[in-house]
């Protein structure tokens, strides 16, 4: 860079507003596909592990036996491949920033549904054995 255009950027910033916020004294910019923190429905999650595979800070953890969902909002970049990758959608990118944090933790943990049970097949009404797929 020269030392014309150093001095053109030099002036012109002098004259111009910051790009920067005073967040959390402002609200920040939000937009519909703003990143703010990741959300599950409990009701929905399988415990199939996939999104504590595929995180890349080891953020999620997901606990099959106690059916618990675990994620440390401390290690969480918000990147949402948990999000994308979720089998049956349970987890949501939600866009509102979480509240600044000043100590160690942000360790959210719920209990989840866990796998579905498969149905006994129904049985016909007249009693008979149900038919067998023929190949
Ligand atoms: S948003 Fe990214 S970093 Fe955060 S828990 Fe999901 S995969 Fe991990
Ligand atoms: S949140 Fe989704 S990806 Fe993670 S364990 Fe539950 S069902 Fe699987």
């Given at each position: 860079?020269?030392?014309?255009?150093?001095?053109?950027?030099?002036i012109s910033s002098l004259f111009t507003?910051?790009?920067?916020?005073?967040?959390?004294?402002?609200?920040?910019?939000?937009?519909?596909n703003t990143r703010g923190h990741v959300?599950?429905?409990?009701?929905?999650?399988?415990?199939?592990?996939?999104?504590?595979?595929?995180?890349?800070?080891?953020?999620?953890?997901?606990d099959v036996k106690e059916k618990t969902?675990?994620?440390?909002?401390?290690?969480?970049?918000?990147?949402?491949?948990?999000?994308?990758?979720?089998?049956?959608?349970?987890?949501?990118?939600?866009?509102?920033?979480?509240?600044?944090?000043?100590?160690?933790?942000?360790?959210?943990?719920?209990?989840?549904?866990?796998?579905?049970?498969?149905?006994?097949?129904?049985?016909?009404?007249?009693?008979?054995?149900?038919?067998?797929?023929?190949?």
């Open positions: 860079m020269t030392l014309f255009e150093n001095t053109k950027i030099v507003r910051p790009a920067t916020l005073m967040y959390p004294a402002k609200p920040a910019k939000k937009t519909a959300t599950i429905n409990p009701a929905g999650c399988i415990t199939c592990r996939t999104c504590q595979r595929k995180c890349p800070t080891q953020a999620i953890n997901v969902w675990e994620i440390d909002n401390m290690r969480c970049v918000v990147c949402a491949v948990c999000v994308d990758t979720c089998p049956t959608t349970c987890l949501t990118m939600d866009n509102q920033y979480r509240p600044a944090m000043t100590a160690r933790g942000g360790i959210e943990k719920v209990t989840v549904a866990g796998p579905k049970k498969k149905e006994p097949a129904a049985a016909p009404a007249n009693g008979a054995k149900p038919a067998e797929k023929k190949e």
